[in-house]
């Protein structure tokens, strides 16, 4: 028998809800909750397959009630009930991470609908996950909260590491071009919230790329498909409501996405609205680096991984990155990792790391 806990603090909606699962379902046991310490109490000491919040309306206490939740019983599905308008349940149903949601009023079948849907995806959650699975949906769950805490340099790390993952463990070449696509896919569905012209976008990145099997066999190749992806998801939440972001990191997210084009320092004292003295005091606060030296750090980890993973010439490499003389950036890198470019790549080579086309 299924077990659902159903919390509302209006006493007459939670027993309206209860009333419509007891008519529209078999052998299911309802569980009630008028408050969020009476459902966290029931969560831990009975087994529950579906958790309906009603919530009139999105405040501070309300998403801690369900982040609270996902931490208790990360397993259990969550549908949310609520009368709130559309825009404002969406964007707080989007950062928390729920995919179901239903606005009030809604008709008792699509109540059961959903509840039938959730109760069957969780029946079929096998016991035991391929390992190339648990390892897609560790990555996956890690990007999309980064992308929900609006972090796009956390977005890019757990991409790359994610394909240094997959491209070092497995052997077959389809098993990863079928693991990599199959990622990619999972970034569309990110872009649920933000409108048809993102999905069209990256739909046509996904389909592009889903048809470049050259491309699929090389991780470099790969990484470029899915940052342009975690491009667009970020110009998408940049110009949308959903990006309730303090000010340092989105002048963060701007400076990471825009490495590889020589931003100077005026220009992103530009784009945060500051003159450049008072920029550069900012900048050093925020991030214990200076303007140089963060921008420096983050063009010479871009150009380790082209180094170990593409067979681009040295000098391309420095073009790549907006260094105008390749001397200097041979001379950036050495100072930052000890070594010159070539000799980095030579290691890598004797290492065995280099995967650019397996």
Not at 294 to 303: C, F, N, P, Q, R
Request: glycine share 6%; hydrophobic share 35%.
């Amino acid at each position: 028998m299924k077990q659902i806990l159903v919390l509302s603090d209006n006493d007459l909606e939670r027993h309206v809800t209860e009333k419509i699962l007891l008519s529209g379902l078999d052998e299911v046991k309802i569980l009630s909750a008028a408050g969020t310490e009476q459902a966290l109490d029931i969560l831990k000491r009975e087994k529950t397959d579906l958790f309906i919040a009603d919530i009139p309306k999105f405040n501070l206490a309300r998403c801690n009630m369900i982040s609270s939740v996902q931490k208790l019983v990360p397993e259990t599905p969550i549908l949310v009930l609520s009368s709130g308008e559309q825009e404002h349940v969406s964007q707080n149903i989007w950062r928390l991470g729920i995919r179901d949601y239903l606005l009030k009023p809604c008709r008792p079948t699509w109540i059961i609908a959903a509840v039938k849907s959730l109760l069957g995806k969780s029946a079929q959650r096998p016991a035991e996950e391929q390992p190339e699975e648990k390892r897609k949906e560790h990555y996956a769950n890690s990007l999309a909260g980064y992308l929900r805490s609006f972090q796009y340099k956390k977005c890019i790390q757990t991409t790359r590491e994610y394909l240094d993952v997959l491209y070092r463990d497995e052997d077959n070449i389809e098993t990863i071009r079928s693991e990599v696509v199959d990622f990619a896919a999972g970034m569309v569905e990110l872009s649920a919230p933000f409108g048809q012209p993102t999905q069209w976008k990256l739909s046509n990145c996904l389909e592009h790329f889903r048809i470049r099997f050259d491309r699929q066999g090389r991780k470099y190749e790969s990484y470029l498909t899915l940052e342009k992806m975690l491009d667009i998801l970020f110009e998408s939440l940049e110009g949308s409501n959903f990006y309730e972001v303090e000010s340092g990191q989105k002048i963060l997210n701007y400076i990471d996405r825009n490495l590889r084009k020589g931003l100077s320092l005026d220009d992103a004292a530009e784009y945060a609205n500051m003159s450049s003295c008072y920029f550069s005091k900012f900048f050093k606060k925020m991030t214990g680096q200076n303007y140089i030296a963060y921008i420096t750090d983050g063009k010479v980890e871009l150009a380790k991984q082209m180094l170990l993973d593409t067979d681009l010439p040295v000098i391309n490499i420095s073009y790549e990155l907006s260094y105008g003389e390749t001397n200097y950036f041979s001379k950036a890198f050495k100072r930052k990792v000890g070594v010159t470019p070539t000799e980095f790549r030579e290691s890598g080579k004797r290492a065995g790391v280099q995967s650019s086309v397996r």
